[in-house]
């Protein structure tokens, strides 16, 4: 069972651009929603996450759109450099404490110059 | 400050044979998990610790992985015997304050 799904698979944006990566999940008891950015050959690496208590987050060109009554949520990357092609990950855990985070698919993200 | 280290970076057996991962987390993390990556995939917890106590190990396939985490700081995870469907990408993450996680470079695994 895929609790948190992801779309597209794979995006190219030309420099300049917006990247829009969305996420919808299943799990209402799901609070926290972090986005994760991998590069080849490395572990994910923590972009910027959210709570359900706020409907956006931005952090530099980063930012996270939350529809709680849709269960979806969005990366958007404004301003898209080639630095930015990389694969992401949205992901969900719920509850306190250390939860397991469950992953989405992954979006291939590739921005031309 | 240092992030979760991890060893081997690669590794290549053939089928059958034992293989161990390390994981040396970030100072003061109490909790360690391990996740599996398989190609074009998102990662799968396989077990979290905090400090030495496997507290969710329910995606852990016992019949062949092992892990442990002594004195609650590195921990190892150990698969045997490896199977060809093992071929993926074993990650070590640790976090301060959960659900914040930090994941280290992982190790890829070929079984041939």
């Known amino acids: 069972q895929q609790q948190v799904k992801q779309s597209p698979q794979s995006l190219i944006v030309q420099k300049g651009g917006i990247s829009i990566i969305n996420c919808a999940y299943e799990?209402?008891?799901?609070?926290?929603f972090p986005w994760y950015q991998q590069f080849p050959g490395k572990g994910p690496a923590l972009l910027i996450a959210i709570r359900p208590d706020v409907s956006e987050k931005k952090e530099g060109r980063f930012t996270i759109s939350f529809n709680k009554s849709a269960k979806q949520f969005s990366l958007h990357i404004m301003d898209s450099q080639p630095g930015d092609s990389a694969t992401y990950f949205c992901a969900a855990s719920k509850g306190q404490g250390a939860q397991k985070l469950v992953f989405g698919q992954g979006t291939r993200l590739t921005i031309n110059p | 400050e240092a992030g979760v280290v991890q060893s081997p970076r690669y590794k290549i057996i053939e089928k059958k044979q034992p293989v161990a991962f390390w994981c040396n987390p970030i100072?003061?993390?109490?909790?360690l998990y391990w996740y599996l990556q398989n190609l074009g995939q998102g990662p799968e917890l396989l077990i979290r610790?905090?400090?030495?106590?496997?507290?969710?190990d329910s995606q852990l396939p016992k019949d062949r992985f092992s892990a442990e985490r002594l004195k609650g700081v590195d921990s190892t995870l150990k698969i045997q015997p490896a199977e060809l469907g093992d071929s993926a990408v074993y990650l070590c993450?640790?976090?301060?304050?959960?659900?914040?996680?930090?994941f280290g470079p992982g190790t890829r695994l070929t079984v041939l």
């Open positions: 799990n209402t008891a799901f609070d926290y």
């Open positions: 610790y905090e400090n030495e106590e496997a507290v969710d």
């Open positions: 993450a640790s976090s301060l304050y959960p659900p914040e996680q930090f």
């Open positions: 100072s003061g993390h109490n909790t």
